[in-house]
Nanobody, 122 residues
């Protein structure tokens, strides 16, 4: 049984940094893509960043500020978030899946964590 557990959310002032971590258990295939999505109140869940064997992709809104990294030995996928803005406030979800096609499609991911709240104050 695959489980994804996020950690590292919290409250930070604009311009600050946070690091989110997603720990996977039961995920035996290193070929799975790992991703982060976020959902703000009243909005749909949106793509943030993803990584697979071919590289890393980012949403335009976070490019240059967020960095996604993966540790195959620890089976983690960490999202370093710098220069945070109030509009980054959301629940952040990690995801994993044997994605075929665009990494930004949330429908392509089978496994999801329960989410961690990130709040950025002005």
């Amino acid at each position: 049984q695959v489980q994804l557990v996020e950690s590292g959310g919290g409250l930070v002032q604009a311009g600050g940094s946070l690091r989110l971590s997603c720990a996977a258990s039961g995920l035996t295939s290193g070929s799975y893509a790992r991703a982060w999505f976020r959902q703000a109140p009243g909005k749909e869940r949106e793509f943030v960043a993803a990584i697979n064997w071919s590289g890393t992709v980012y949403a335009d809104s976070v490019k240059g500020r967020f960095t996604l990294s993966r540790d195959y030995a620890k089976n983690t996928a960490d999202l370093q978030m710098n220069s945070l803005k109030p509009e980054d406030t959301a629940v952040y979800y990690c995801a994993a899946g044997a994605v075929r096609g665009p990494l930004s499609r949330k429908e392509a991911y089978v496994y999801w964590g329960q989410g961690t709240q990130v709040t950025v104050s002005p």
